[in-house]
C-alpha cells in the first residue's frame, strides 16, 4: 500500500489520466463532467490501492482502474451526481487556490490545498475535479487519437504517453507536438519556438530518452 504522501502526489499528476479516459466515451450519452467524475472516484481507488513494490507504474496501473469506473457509469447510464456539499468544496477549493496563487505566484499542490481546506487529499482531488477539467496538452492542441475499441494495453500505453507529456514544460510539450503530432521538421520547429535547428535536435533527443525511459 501507498503512504499518504504519496497518494496525494500520485492523484495530483494524475488528473490527466481522468481526463483522457471520459474523453473516450464523452458524447456517447453520458455528460462529460459526469465521465470526469466518475474517473476521479477511479484515480482516488488507484491510489489508495497501489503498490510500488510490484514494479509496475501508477500510470499502467490507475488506467484499468480509472477506465473501470467510467464504463460503470457509462453502461449504467446515469448521472453522477455531485452533492450539494461537494459542490460547495469546489466552489471553495477555486477560491483557495486562487488566494493561495496570488499570494505564492504558483499554483497550490493537492497537499497544500488540502491543508487549507482541512480535508482529506482525496477529498480536495475530487473537489478539483468538480470545479475544473483538467489541462489538455496545450491550448488549440489535438488529443491523442484512441479509438473506442482499441486493445487495453495500448489504451494504457497511449494515456501514460498522455500523461506523460502533460509533465513536459510548455516549450517542450510543443516540440514534441509539433514533430510527432503535426509531422514538422526540425527546422520549422525551431522557427515556431525561436530556437535554432541544433537546439531543437538536441533537445527532441533528451526529451525521447525521457519518454523511453518513463514508458518502460
Keep these: 500500500m501507498t503512504s499518504t504522501t504519496e497518494q496525494e502526489r500520485f492523484i495530483?499528476?494524475?488528473?490527466?489520466?481522468?481526463?483522457?479516459?471520459?474523453?473516450?466515451?464523452?458524447?456517447?450519452g453520458v455528460e462529460y463532467e459526469d465521465l470526469f467524475q466518475a474517473g476521479c472516484v477511479g484515480l482516488v481507488k488507484a491510489a489508495e490501492h497501489f503498490d510500488s513494490g510490484r514494479g509496475v507504474?501508477?500510470?499502467?496501473?490507475?488506467?484499468?482502474?480509472?477506465?473501470?469506473?467510467?464504463?460503470?457509469?457509462?453502461?449504467?447510464?446515469?448521472?453522477?451526481?455531485?452533492?450539494?456539499?461537494?459542490?460547495?468544496?469546489?466552489?471553495?477549493?477555486?477560491?483557495?487556490?486562487?488566494v493561495f496563487r496570488e499570494e505564492t505566484g504558483r499554483d497550490p499542490t493537492v497537499q497544500e490545498?488540502?491543508?487549507?481546506l482541512d480535508l482529506s487529499p482525496e477529498k480536495t482531488a475530487l473537489a478539483l475535479g468538480v470545479s475544473k477539467a483538467p489541462m489538455s496538452l496545450s491550448a488549440g492542441e489535438e488529443e491523442l487519437e484512441i479509438?473506442?475499441?482499441?486493445?487495453?494495453?495500448?489504451?494504457?500505453?497511449?494515456?501514460?504517453?498522455?500523461?506523460?507529456?502533460l509533465t513536459l514544460e510548455?516549450?517542450?510539450?510543443?516540440?514534441?507536438?509539433y514533430r510527432y503530432f503535426q509531422g514538422k521538421t526540425q527546422t520549422v520547429t525551431a522557427?515556431?519556438?525561436g530556437m535554432t535547428q541544433v537546439q531543437v535536435s538536441r533537445r527532441e533527443k533528451k526529451l525521447l530518452l525521457y519518454l523511453r525511459h518513463e514508458m518502460e
Design 12 to 28: 495530483e499528476e494524475n488528473l490527466g489520466l481522468v481526463h483522457l479516459c471520459a474523453k473516450r466515451f464523452s458524447g456517447k
Design 57 to 98: 507504474k501508477f500510470s499502467t496501473y490507475a488506467v484499468p482502474v480509472i477506465l473501470g469506473e467510467v464504463r460503470l457509469l457509462f453502461r449504467e447510464g446515469r448521472a453522477l451526481r455531485v452533492s450539494r456539499t461537494m459542490q460547495e468544496l469546489g466552489r471553495q477549493a477555486r477560491e483557495a487556490e486562487s
Design 170 to 177: 510548455e516549450r517542450d510539450r510543443k516540440l514534441i507536438f
Design 113 to 116: 490545498l488540502s491543508e487549507k
Design 191 to 193: 522557427g515556431l519556438l
Design 147 to 165: 479509438p473506442v475499441d482499441a486493445p487495453e494495453e495500448r489504451v494504457t500505453e497511449r494515456m501514460t504517453l498522455h500523461s506523460l507529456l
